[in-house]
């Protein structure tokens, strides 16, 4: 087989449909975000970064670097180790304490990534509970789907945020069978949040076990940052909350909190939990500080909610299509591929603004959009120079107006 050849095939095809990835090679700023320097073609000039997932700006927070620079001078680069063999730091001990507290339950466990936590722990779960069924949302997240396929555990997929549908198909399945029951609370393309109580209200029902996807909701939402389950005071009902350190909290790693005897199983038999090298203890230590900031801090919730706000009603005045959520994410529907790529550059090169194209397999296809997020620190120029912009290119490209 010509190896070489199959790959730039399979590449062209990427490219025949419009959406090849390519990477804006970004220089973020410590103090200025949204700001960032983007090196392009004709060398680096700065950009205003508008789909981040630092959400609150916490990748740049004080605390934050202090203590991860305390946490560099104290304990060294790396973890040195699994967390088995001696690559327990006493800061992943005190962040998985501060985060089973921020959700009330009584213990967490920390991941690499929030993608391997969500695959680490359904393909566990679902792979050593006997006979179990996982039930999934339609639209759940690439990790959560590859985790349950690994597992390969009976699954059946639900109409997306649909409790009718969920009824029905846990209806269908042999009362005797354990069910897992797994779905997200903020979805992060539509911006769309679960019915979360009456998801468990069914879960209760038919005895299944509930586990939630908080990635795009912890630091963001509840008045500690505890995400929609907190707001609404249904984290005692959810089993299994799963979160990120990466988007709102601003850094990277992942986590589940759920009951101590949860935790411990999964910490016991997940392979992607225990045979992967520990997160830095500089990670662990900016998370930390991180969780307790939001925890303390409503200036960031507040900020980010007034510029989306914001936002939305500058785009609703220029006539630009954006999908109505009750959300912090915003977005611009385009509906086109190729369109939406080339607006996306068009923004880049002509208006210094950055905002990624968002297509296909991301989204449906006829559903290409670009995904805008404002953060607290976007201020009222910024929001101007983008919407002047899209106003711009929208009828240079002939695209429709909203009412
Ligand atoms: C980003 C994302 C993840 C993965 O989290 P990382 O920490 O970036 O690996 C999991 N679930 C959802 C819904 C996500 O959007």
């Known amino acids: 087989m010509d190896y070489e050849m199959f790959f730039r095939q399979e590449l062209d095809g990427l490219h025949k449909e419009g959406r090849y990835r390519v990477f804006a090679d970004l220089e973020r700023k410590a103090g200025q975000f949204p700001r960032a320097t983007f090196h392009g073609t004709e060398g680096p000039r700065d950009v205003t970064v508008w789909c981040s997932n630092d959400y609150l700006g916490m990748g740049q927070n004080p605390d934050v670097l202090a203590a991860m620079h305390g946490a560099i001078d104290g304990c060294g680069a790396g973890a040195g180790g699994t967390r088995n063999i001696s690559g327990t730091n006493h800061y992943h001990v005190l962040l998985e304490r501060e985060l089973a507290e921020l959700h009330g339950k009584e213990a967490a466990l920390l991941f690499n990534s929030g993608y391997m936590s969500n695959w680490a722990s359904l393909s566990t779960l679902a792979s050593r509970i006997p006979g179990c069924v996982v039930v999934t949302d339609a639209l759940n997240h690439a990790s959560m789907i590859e985790g349950i396929r690994h597992s390969r555990a009976d699954k059946v997929v639900f ?214 997020t404002p953060s607290p620190l976007h201020a009222d120029a910024d929001i101007e120079a983008l919407v002047g912009a899209l106003a711009a290119i929208w009828g240079q490209v002939g695209l429709r107006r909203a009412a």
């Open 159 to 372: 109409a997306h945020n649909d409790p009718d549908d969920l009824r029905r198909k846990l209806q269908a399945i042999d009362p005797r069978r354990p069910k897992l029951l797994a779905f997200e609370s903020v979805y992060s393309m539509d911006g769309d949040i679960a019915p979360i109580a009456a998801f468990c209200d069914l879960a209760e029902e038919f005895g299944a076990m509930t586990y939630i996807d908080e990635v795009h909701a912890v630091g963001l939402y509840g008045p500690r940052g505890g995400g929609v389950t907190e707001r609404e005071g249904l984290s005692h009902r959810l089993d299994v909350i799963e979160g990120t350190l990466a988007k709102g909290f601003g850094i990277m790693g992942g986590y589940i909190a759920a009951s101590a005897a949860t935790c411990d199983f999964i910490r016991s038999f997940a392979s992607g939990f225990i045979f992967s090298t520990s997160l830095p203890p500089a990670l662990a230590a900016g998370a930390l500080a991180s969780v307790r900031h939001l925890k303390a801090s409503q200036t960031e919730r507040a900020g980010q909610q007034d510029r989306v706000a914001a936002v939305r009603a500058r785009l609703d005045a220029a006539g630009i299509p954006h999908m109505p959520n009750p959300s912090h994410i915003v977005p611009v529907m385009v509906g086109d591929p190729v369109l939406c790529k080339r607006i996306s550059d068009e923004l880049l090169e002509r208006f210094d603004i950055y905002v990624q194209p968002i297509n296909y397999p991301t989204v449906p296809r006829g559903t290409e959009r670009l995904r805008i």
